[in-house]
């Protein structure tokens, strides 16, 4: 049996990425939710990190609209996301340094621009754009790229430390 603390911890943590991605959506790519996921998993590891992100999706649809597109995106780049994270948390025993918020940092910025590459293949494929739109959808994508990026690089190279410790915190009570 499952005590409380372990589904009311990603049932939370869901809530807030849904009411972090309610405020931000209308910012073409400024976001926190990879941020946020990556600190989650780092702290509370794969499963907690699985049942967060799954919640979110399905939650993130009720409520911005069901898009088969955004759907299949969401399911492959955040389970992704929350697998190299949270074996990279295991792999290193959920410690934190610098050097390590350093290559957590990189790797974000890494899986962020397969996150904008994915949906670039994902939607034309699904819709079946012809070569040209194919070309000019990739070309607008670069103008959410960019920003989504240096967001991501942004926050966390802020933000994960204070929320490892907050987290870590929680994770101990």
Known sequence: ????KEIIIPAVFTAMLIGVQFVLSGLAGVELISVLLLSFTYVFGLKQGFIA???F????NLIFGFFLDVFILYVIYYNLFVLVFGLISKALNREYSIKIHICLT???VILTSGFTLLSDVITPLLYSYSASATKVY???S???MIPHIICVLATVSALFYPLYKVLISVKTQ
């Open 57 to 60: 999706i399905i939650v993130r």
């Open 138 to 140: 990739f070309l607008a």
């Open 1 to 4: 049996m499952k005590s409380a």
């Open 53 to 55: 992100v799954n919640a």
């Open 106 to 108: 990189v790797i974000a």
């Open 142 to 144: 670069l103008s959410v």
